[in-house]
Structures are given as C-alpha cells and as structure tokens.
Antibody, heavy 119, light 106 residues
Framework: VQLVESGGGLVQPGRSLRLSCAAS????????MHWVRQAPGKGLEWVSS????????GYAGSVQGRFTISRDNAKNSLYLQMNNLRADDTALYYC?????????????WGQGTLVTVSS | VLTQSPGTLSLSPGERATLSCRAS???????LAWYQQRPGQAPRLLIY???RRATGIPDRFRASGSGTDFTLTISRLDPEDFAVYYC?????????FGGGTKVEIK
C-alpha cells in the first residue's frame, strides 16, 4: 500500500487549495478513505471521510462548509478541496486508507503534505 | 471526546507501560483504535476493532477495556516503542482522536 499526498504549500487566509492523494498497491475502489491533519506540535484531528463509492461522506465541524472531499476511482485518487482557508487550518494533512468500505479505522497512512495558511 | 492520560509517561526499556483512554460517552469496543507515532513519522495503526492487533504488531501490545474506559498496555518496552500513542473512536462520522500520551525514556 502506498499513499502519496501532494498539493500542499503556503497560501493566504481566505484563499483555496486542493490536495491530492495518489493510491497504489491495493484495490482503491473497494476502500473508504480519510483525511486526517496534525497542526505543528499538536495531536491528530479527523478532517473528512468518503466511502468506497462516494455515497457516504462526513466532515469535522471545523471544516464543514469549507472543505469538500472527493475521489476518482478510475484514477486511484483522493482529493480535498479546501476553500476559505484560515490560519488554524495550518497542518500536515494525511491521506489514510480505511480498513473497509466505510467507517473503519485508518489502516494505512501517507507521509502527509504540509499546508501553511499565512499572510 | 476522548481524554488520554497521563500526558507523558517516563519509563525505562523493559518496563511495562499502561496508557489510559477515557470517553465522554460509551464507545463500542468494535470502534476503538490505537495508533503509534514515532518522531518525524506518520502514525501507524496498532489496535483496532475488538482489540485486534494490526498486521505486524508484536504481541507485547495489548488493548483492553469497554464502555468509557480503555487501556493500551505495552508489556515490556522496547527502545522503538518510545513514541506518542493516540486512541481513536471511529465508525460512521463520529470520529475523534484522543490528545495523545507520550512515552519517553526515563
């Protein structure tokens, strides 16, 4: 299993950013996927989850209405569209694979992509 | 909300570590996980659903508990076990991590 995140960087408050996660080594369309973030020096925070077929999606309250999770099973890819970014969105964003199609633990993790929101 | 204690545990290699995770509401054992994060690394899954060890996790790691009180026990600390440990409630969109317990070398 390999999960490779990309798309992070420095962005001004209020702007947008789109993260991507390229998955390989497993049958992507069979598994739910998640985004989990970690602010510098802090703990883990769940951000969003999507089921194997995109039918079920969930968001943390802190990002609801600003972030959108999606996936393209044909491209073995997971995305996170982040709009109206705030300073407290600054974090390392991990892409993780569910143990099943939806609602399971985070079985595998990528190495993360860093998002810094600052003027 | 998941509350982990202690915040830091100072122990020597070979000692036993006992980490606590307390939930504000009852959590099914089927949806309680533990993760390990070594410095500079991504977290990795240790324990999931009904206290099962993830692939490759040695049997010195054991999870127990039910309801609102859960425990991760490391029977004999190996040098590679000094890390931060997180508990997690999952299942649907009721997902939350505890604040973490750092196990450091005494």
């Amino acid at each position: 299993v390999q999960l490779v995140e990309s798309g992070g960087g420095l962005v001004q408050p209020g702007r947008s950013l789109r993260l991507s996660c390229a998955a390989s080594g497993f049958t992507f369309h069979d598994y739910g996927m998640h985004w989990v973030r970690q602010a510098p020096g802090k703990g883990l925070e769940w951000v969003s989850s999507i089921s194997w077929n995109s039918d079920t999606i969930g968001y943390a309250g802190s990002v609801q209405g600003r972030f959108t999770i999606s996936r393209d099973n044909a491209k073995n890819s997971l995305y996170l569209q982040m709009n109206n970014l705030r300073a407290d969105d600054t974090a390392l964003y991990y892409c993780t694979k569910d143990e099943g199609g939806w609602g399971g633990s985070n079985e595998h993790w990528g190495q993360g992509t860093l998002v810094t929101v600052s003027s | 909300v998941l509350t982990q204690s202690p915040g830091t545990l100072s122990l020597s290699p070979g000692e036993r570590a006992t980490l606590s995770c307390r939930a504000s509401q009852s959590v099914s054992t089927s949806y309680l996980a533990w993760y390990q994060q070594r410095p500079g690394q991504a977290p990795r899954l240790l324990i999931y659903g009904e206290s099962r060890r993830a692939t490759g996790i040695p049997d010195r790691f054991r999870a127990s508990g039910s309801g609102t009180d859960f425990t991760l026990t490391i029977s004999r600390l190996d040098p590679e076990d000094f890390a931060v440990y997180y508990c997690q409630q999952y299942g649907g969109t009721s997902i939350a991590f505890g604040g973490g317990t750092k196990v450091e070398i005494k």
